[in-house]
């Protein structure tokens, strides 16, 4: 770790630094540029030589150290490192309290990572999981196997017991063996944001062994709630793509960076802290929300938009329009065209609600929607957002109210046999089979009443027009075996009717036809 100087102010030159990046002019005192943080035409960005820039447009300010890390995406340490040389400035090295934390993970990354080789499997797994050996080399992956070898390295190393329990290498189990803290798991080491050393680990377990992914436990070095997975290799990317892309999974960070997006983080778990929000922003405002595509990803995505909205990001979606994972996404080769459409948050959300298949998965939509945006703070940049969407929120669930003279959207229960004959209706070429059966051969009310309506040419009656806007409002789209399950039910009980009323074989054959074709 490095100190800097007393000094170090008076020997540096803010005019000399920002001229790098900014055409500047003398007015009276000052200086004065086109802004590098926002777009503009007419010069508002003002450097004092007492050492500091401010810009009357988007209101970016500070000192040198801050401006070289904005400006070429550095940690402190880096832009201390860049300034210092450029003025001939000797930094004073320091002893980090935590050198001996770092060496044990750094002797453990190793190891982890010779280990994976000798395991074929494993790596053949990460192989089919489309990571390459470039990608593996620059993640430094590893492979904790179930033996002791490593804590007995560690420990004729000379690096005490008492380190390896604090750094969650090595615990003690109920009958006080030593033990080592991850074993049969895929190892992804996390790296301090200037990448030069490893603060902790997660490891992915290839049995059935739960959790799937073990973190480290919080120690002087790492804290879950602070660390950002890839962060290291993604932060100079972030400053020249101006926007960093947040997935779930380290595959998808691995997979991502591999496709040339180095600008993607991940976080341990789903959750984006307050203190992860305001490192990213740091180095960007615009972030790009990349999660799985199911309810858990989509309820994720949901329930993050206050931390960021209220630290002064803008988050967008990536939503594909395949039913796929951001690292098959990126494998599929359809990277590019999904980041030139991200979506807002409100269109966003008009999205998922049209997608949504019925009432109920539509208010839960609206009601998550509201309950985490409240959240948001008032004077926070997000509010924005808030003020388009809210009465888009109050106008649907108005509606809903209103089209079913409900209270409670929730009680609203319909059934698939419903649907069944909707979707059977709908399609051309099966609308036949609702006139081979009978209404005794439906099973529930709702779908005894459409089939009435139908038979009966009435779907546009006033008395079906309540049903009938029910069913297209909901739109729910049945897979091709729910609908040929009710089909066969159908036809099922229509055979044992026709049989027990002695009807003869031709009666039959319409409807055996139809069976077979099914
Ligand atoms: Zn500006």
Not at 84 to 99: C, R, S
Request: hydrophobic share 35%; proline share 3%.
């Amino acid at each position: 770790m490095k100190k800097i100087p007393e000094d170090f102010f008076d020997k540096i030159d803010i005019i000399e630094i920002v001229s790098e990046k900014v055409q500047l002019k003398k007015v009276g005192n000052q200086y004065r540029g086109l802004c590098p943080f926002h777009n503009e035409k007419n010069p508002s960005f003002y450097v004092s030589p007492i050492g500091v820039y401010h810009c009357f447009g988007c209101g970016e300010s500070g000192n040198a150290i801050k401006f070289v890390m904005k400006i070429y995406g550095y940690d402190y340490e880096e832009a201390i490192d860049y300034i210092a040389k450029k003025f001939n400035i000797l930094l004073e090295e320091v002893e980090d309290v935590n050198y001996e934390f770092y060496k044990i993970l750094d002797y453990v990354c190793d190891y982890y990572f010779e280990n994976l080789r000798k395991n074929k499997d494993v790596l053949n797994y990460l192989h089919s999981r489309g990571v390459d050996d470039k990608q593996i080399l620059k993640f430094r992956i590893g492979f904790a196997d179930d033996k002791n070898e490593i804590l007995k390295e560690l420990i004729d190393k000379g690096f005490g017991i008492d380190k390896l329990f604090k750094i969650g290498i090595a615990y003690r189990d109920y009958s006080g063996n030593i033990k080592p803290f991850f074993t049969n798991r895929i190892m992804f080491p996390i790296f301090t944001t200037n990448g030069k050393n490893i603060i902790g680990f997660s490891g992915r377990s290839i049995d059935e062994t739960e959790p799937k992914y073990k973190n480290s436990i919080d120690s002087p070095i790492f804290k879950k709630n602070q660390a950002i997975y890839g962060f290291n290799f993604a932060k100079n990317s972030i400053v020249k793509n101006k926007f960093v892309i947040i997935v779930e999974g380290f595959f998808d960070v691995i997979i991502l960076n591999q496709f040339g997006y180095e600008n993607t983080v991940s976080f341990m778990g789903t959750n984006i802290s307050d203190y992860q929000a305001k490192l990213i922003k740091k180095y960007t405002d615009r972030i790009y929300l990349f999660f799985d595509k199911d309810k858990s990803g989509q309820k994720a995505i949901i329930r993050n938009l206050p931390t960021l909205l209220n630290n002064g990001l803008i988050p967008y979606i990536l939503y594909p329009e395949e039913d796929k994972d951001p690292d098959e996404i990126a494998l599929m080769g359809g990277l590019d065209k999904l980041i030139k459409n991200p979506y807002n948050i409100s269109d966003y959300f008009k999205m998922i609600y049209e997608k949504a298949q019925n009432i109920e998965d539509k208010m839960e939509i609206i009601n998550e929607f509201r309950s985490h945006l409240t959240n948001v703070k008032f004077e926070s940049v997000g509010y924005i957002f808030l003020e388009e969407l809210k009465p888009v929120l109050d106008e649907l669930e108005k509606k809903i109210k209103l089209k079913f003279h409900l209270k409670d959207i929730s009680s609203i229960h319909f059934n698939d046999e419903v649907y069944a004959i909707w979707n059977v209706y709908k399609n051309e070429n099966l609308r036949k089979i609702l006139f081979e059966i009978e209404e005794d051969v439906l099973y529930s009310k709702s779908a005894k009443e459409l089939f009435r309506a139908i038979r009966n040419n009435k779907l546009n009656d006033e008395s079906y027009l309540e049903l009938v806007s029910k069913i297209e409002f909901h739109n729910k789209e049945l897979s091709y075996e729910t609908i040929n399950k009710f089909i066969s039910k159908w036809i099922e009980r229509m055979m044992i009717k026709n049989l027990k009323n002695n009807k003869s074989l031709k009666d039959l054959e319409n409807i055996i036809r139809i069976k077979r074709r099914l």
